[in-house]
């Protein structure tokens, strides 16, 4: 393929342009909002979903400088809407970042969609997509949310879990250990931290406006919830006391 | 069994029900006295296989919480199909919301999701935008960061009947 990139010559005849001649042009108009330029390059082959030293595509230059009918041109030939740059940013973000309301709003129309369609054939854990994403793929990358599993790679591999597989199985069996105010697992992933303790009082002070309610906690699998308060001293009977400024709030 | 649980009992509940999986977690539960406190019910167990038990014994709750950790989200979807007869009709139920926090956008349209689908069981959800503040240092040696919202949006949820 090394003739490919080097190939330059003949780049103004565009019955010789090759794929990644019309990549490039198609990153560029959609870098100066030109739809004319979008649609010759997508009619010359260009691979749409290609990426720039900084790993971003087409849709994330045209997410932020727009036009609509482009976001939805790209959309249109096959682009997921979650592909991430090596800044972890989708072309949603880049929308946001440069104040294009209206094509967030689409793009984050575009994402709900594709999300409850895929979720009606398959089981999805919402996370953070990184790397390459196949068309129609979730954001649901398993290994990049909070734990990994047996089940899935470092690479993110997309969910192919089935119905059959007890939900939490890896993190209920998996080893726990501390480290200073934060709770890991085996993995080394962060499970639990200090910084979430304002939100679970908020969560409790919603649940029970006032005294003498019947209330249900539903934990999952809160084993980091759990070590967290062990670590931390005691809300319950007899446990010796660690921190004052947690045990004041349930005094 | 987690942090929230420290909380609800400040608030002096008249029953408050912990539905806990861990075999070790609940263990250390009893060690710690949980089991002998007042108004306070452990029941060990996914909460897929509790869920009938309690339905069976005629209870119903005012409030209701749910920690999505380690759980995909049409989990979360299969728990609030329980609510029509599991959350009382004035009751709130709310669940920790951290689905897809390693980015915001992807938050965002997970939040809608959610909004769309309790929506479609007949429940109305207002998120409460409440400030995070986390110390850069917190993250140091952890391999995933997984949060990476300054904002959280603390779900409200409610039958629309009530509402």
Redesign the interface.
């Known amino acids: 393929m090394a003739s490919m990139e080097s190939s330059n010559a003949s780049i103004s005849d565009d019955d010789t342009m090759d794929v990644t001649e019309a990549s490039v042009q198609l990153l560029q108009s959609c870098a100066e909002g030109n739809e004319a330029g979008v649609e010759s390059a997508l009619q010359m082959g260009a691979d749409v979903v290609c990426r720039d030293e900084e790993g971003r595509t087409p849709l994330h230059f045209a997410a932020g400088v727009g036009p609509l009918p482009i976001v939805k041109r790209l959309i249109e030939a096959g682009h997921p809407w979650?592909v991430?740059d090596d800044n972890?940013?989708?072309p949603?973000?880049y929308a946001?970042q440069h104040g294009q309301q209206e094509i967030?709003e689409y793009?984050?129309e575009e994402?709900?969609r594709a999300?409850?369609l895929l979720?009606l054939v398959q089981?999805?854990?919402?996370?953070?997509?990184h790397g390459d994403v196949p068309t129609g793929a979730s954001?649901n990358q398993n290994a990049?949310?909070?734990?990994d599993t047996a089940t899935t790679d470092s690479a993110g591999a997309v969910?192919t879990?089935t119905k059959e597989q007890?939900?939490?199985g890896a993190?209920?069996q998996s080893a726990v250990r501390f480290?200073g105010d934060?709770i890991?697992d085996a993995?080394?992933?962060?499970?639990?931290?200090?910084?979430?303790?304002?939100?679970?009082?908020?969560?409790?002070?919603?649940?029970?406006?006032?005294?003498?309610?019947?209330?249900?906690?539903?934990?999952?699998?809160?084993?980091?919830?759990?070590l967290?308060?062990?670590l931390w001293g005691?809300?319950?009977?007899?446990?010796p006391q660690i921190s004052t400024s947690?045990d004041s709030?349930?005094? | 069994?987690?942090?929230?649980?420290?909380?609800?009992?400040?608030?002096?509940?008249?029953?408050?029900?912990?539905?806990?999986?861990?075999p070790?977690?609940y263990a250390?539960?009893k060690t710690?006295?949980?089991d002998?406190?007042p108004g306070v019910f452990i029941h060990f167990g996914?909460?897929q296989d509790v869920l009938p038990r309690l339905r069976k014994a005629g209870?119903?709750?005012?409030?209701?919480?749910?920690?999505?950790?380690?759980?995909?989200?049409?989990?979360m979807l299969d728990?609030e199909r329980e609510l029509s007869w599991?959350l009382?009709g004035s009751g709130?139920y709310?669940f920790?919301n951290g689905?897809?926090?390693?980015?915001?956008?992807?938050?965002?349209?997970?939040c809608?999701?959610a909004e769309?689908d309790l929506a479609n069981l007949g429940m109305t959800v207002q998120y409460?935008p409440?400030p995070?503040?986390?110390?850069p240092t917190?993250?140091t040696?952890?391999?995933?960061k997984?949060w990476?919202l300054d904002t959280?949006y603390?779900p409200?949820c409610r039958h629309k009947a009530s509402t």
């Open positions: 979650n991430v972890y940013l989708c949603g973000d946001l967030a793009l984050l994402g709900v999300e409850m979720g089981k999805r854990k919402p996370g953070t997509a954001v990049d949310v909070k734990m969910s879990e007890p939900a939490g993190y209920l480290a934060r890991m993995s080394n992933d962060a499970v639990m931290m200090e910084w979430e303790t304002p939100l679970m009082q908020a969560h409790a002070e919603l649940l029970c406006p006032t005294e003498k309610l019947d209330v249900l906690n539903v934990g999952m699998a809160s084993l980091h919830c759990t967290f308060c062990f005691s809300w319950s009977l007899g446990f947690f709030v349930i005094a | 069994m987690g942090i929230i649980d420290g909380f609800l009992q400040s608030h002096k509940p008249r029953s408050h029900h912990i539905i806990e999986a861990h070790a977690v250390r539960m710690l006295g949980w002998q406190k996914r909460w209870l119903s709750f005012d409030g209701i919480f749910f920690d999505t950790f380690d759980e995909y989200y049409e989990d728990f599991l009382r709130v709310s920790f689905m897809a926090a390693g980015n915001r956008f992807f938050h965002a349209v997970y809608r999701i769309l409460e409440m995070v503040k986390i110390d917190t993250w040696g952890v391999k995933h997984y990476c959280y603390l409200a």
